[in-house]
């Protein structure tokens, strides 16, 4: 049991280096660091899930836990930044960009 917990928490750093280093390569790999994180189900990114991920955090290892506020100061700043993307580049109200601005605010 030891060693799935371990087994467990080193895969957790190992994403969340890949989201990390994601995060710092550029914008055009927002979506993928967004993509990553979620996969790894530590940050609530839908309301349905927050009760849950509270839960959840009962159970993270204090080294996690001690990462929850960067984490979360990263993922804001991704919204942020596609949402301004997806704003900036839709003209129309009905167009695609507006529709990916739409799904990044419902986040």
Sequence with gaps: MLTR???SSSCSFWILYKFHKLYHSGHDKLEEALSV???LQI???Q???INHRV???????????????DILIMVMSILNKLYKNASKSGSSLYGAQNKQAQKIRDQ
């Design 55 to 69: 839960q959840a955090f009962k159970s993270f290892s204090d080294e996690l836990r001690r990462c929850i506020p």
């Design 5 to 7: 917990v371990f087994e």
């Design 43 to 45: 940050i609530p990114l």
């Design 37 to 39: 994180i979620s996969r």
């Design 47 to 49: 309301q349905e899930t």
